[in-house]
Structure formats: structure tokens, C-alpha cells
């Protein structure tokens, strides 16, 4: 499956902005999938995910409350909104899918096969 991500770009801080994750390919149906985030000079980090059942949906502790994650399965998309946006938000998105993510490691990058190519979100405050 082929993952293209969208929607970044320059936001104030206390902003909104909608990403999304376009499937090619095939449908999400069966898979995980997440968003993750990498800041400058910092790890890639998980930020929210669907589990295959597409019935769980998991957050950071960090966008827990301000994010969600969402699917719209006639689209082959899945989003992210961003919603009271902080500065610490700022890094570039990635989304990521895979059909062997047990729920207990849907936090863990390396349980992605599908990457997409990122999406920079910069948030000045």
C-alpha cells in the first residue's frame, strides 16, 4: 500500500489544522494506522493510531485531548486533527500503516511496513 500525506503547513499556536493520510493501492481495511512526528534533532514519535479493528484509537500524552485520529473508509483516508496547537507541535507528520500491529505495539514505529513521505507542520507561537 502506497501512503500519500497532506494538509501541513504554517499555523499559528491555538490553531487548527487537518492531515490526511490517502491510501493507493488498496483499502486500510485489515491495517493499523498512524500518525508519527519528528521534531528537528529529535526521534520520530508516535502521536495517535487506529488499531486494525478500526474500532480503538490511541494518543500520546502529549496531543491526548487536542488531536484525533479518524478514518473515513470510503475514502481510503485516514486524518488527523490538530486542534489548540503549541509550538512543541511543530516537526514533520508522517503517516505509517501496517497489518501485523497488535494493539500493545501500535505505539512502535518499527511495527510499520507503509510509510508515507511526510508533511511539514510548523506552529509559531
Known amino acids: 500500500v502506497q501512503l500519500q500525506a497532506s494538509g501541513g503547513g504554517l499555523a499559528q499556536a491555538g490553531g487548527s489544522q487537518r492531515l490526511s493520510c490517502t491510501a493507493s493501492?488498496?483499502?486500510?481495511?485489515?491495517?493499523?494506522v498512524a500518525w508519527f512526528r519528528q521534531a528537528p534533532g529529535k526521534e520520530r514519535e508516535f502521536v495517535a493510531g487506529?488499531?486494525?479493528?478500526?474500532?480503538?484509537?490511541y494518543y500520546s500524552d502529549s496531543v491526548k485531548g487536542r488531536f484525533t485520529i479518524s478514518s473515513d473508509n470510503a475514502k481510503n483516508t485516514v486524518y488527523l486533527q490538530m486542534n489548540s496547537l503549541k509550538p512543541d507541535d511543530t516537526g514533520v507528520y508522517y503517516c505509517?500503516?501496517?497489518?501485523?500491529?497488535?494493539?500493545?505495539?501500535?505505539?512502535?514505529?518499527?511495527?510499520?511496513?507503509?510509510w508515507g513521505q511526510g508533511t511539514l507542520v510548523t506552529v509559531s507561537s
Open positions: 487506529i488499531a486494525r479493528s478500526g474500532s480503538n484509537t
Open positions: 493501492g488498496r483499502t486500510f481495511r485489515g491495517y493499523a
Open positions: 505509517a500503516a501496517g497489518n501485523r500491529v497488535i494493539e500493545i505495539d501500535i505505539n512502535m514505529k518499527d511495527a510499520y511496513d507503509h
